[in-house]
T-cell receptor, first 110, second 114 residues
């Protein structure tokens, strides 16, 4: 029979283009957010974080935007490279509680 | 530091057998987390420890699952008896603190129960 599982959102981009991955979080009291990258066969790796008192934070080729009004988080990757192909998770933290999103699968087309 | 170390990387066992997964956190990290990842449910937190003490085990599926942390450098996740629905990738992670702290994940153990 047909298996039922998570249907990961997918995003395909051309190498060199910018990527935007979105995440909606659930708890308006969440005060810390992290983006993780998970490559095939590996554990999640930290990319960038942001606290709730900020609305933007930049790293190397990555930018995270936080919109608390609509509880939305986005990850922008500039000049996407084949090595960026992975599943990207957002995680929200409220005190000692934290939750991971289901992830978005990014495929970079050479 | 070598990062979080997990063993074995792959485990295949028959239903009913006991399975023990092992984790060595990053030295100096006071928090250790066990996660399970499946296609059906994504990444789920099972349990976490602070200074070797279990703090929140509400994610542990049932009594067949148990976790221990006898010292700051070692933790185990045990499944007894194992069932096919336990098949998943199990991750261990560690961090310096809870809340606004990055978690460092190990490479995972892929468990297959036949």
């Amino acid at each position: 029979g047909e298996s039922v599982g998570l249907h990961l959102p997918t995003l395909s981009v051309q190498e060199g283009d910018n990527s935007i991955i979105n995440c909606a979080y659930s708890n308006s009291a969440s005060d810390y957010f992290i983006w993780y990258k998970q490559e095939s066969g590996k554990g999640p790796q930290f990319i960038i974080d942001i606290r709730s008192n900020m609305d933007k934070r930049q790293g190397q080729r990555v930018t995270v935007l936080l919109n608390k009004t609509v509880k939305h988080l986005s990850l922008q990757i500039a000049a996407t490279q084949p090595g960026d192909s992975a599943v990207y998770f957002c995680a929200e933290n409220t005190g000692n509680q934290f939750y991971f999103g289901t992830g978005t699968s990014l495929t970079v087309i050479p | 530091d070598a990062g979080v170390i997990q063993s074995p990387r792959h485990e295949v066992t028959e239903m009913g057998q006991e399975v023990t997964l092992r984790c060595k956190p990053i030295s100096g990290h006071d928090y250790l987390f066990w996660y399970r990842q499946t296609m059906m449910r994504g990444l789920e937190l099972l349990i976490y420890f602070n200074n070797n003490v279990p703090i929140d085990d509400s994610g542990m599926p049932e009594d067949r699952f148990s976790a221990k942390m006898p010292n700051a450098s070692f933790s185990t996740l045990k499944i007894q008896p194992s069932e096919p629905r336990d098949s998943a990738v199990y991750f261990c992670a560690s961090s310096l603190g809870i809340g606004a702290y990055e978690q460092y994940f190990g490479p995972g153990t892929r468990l297959t129960v036949t």
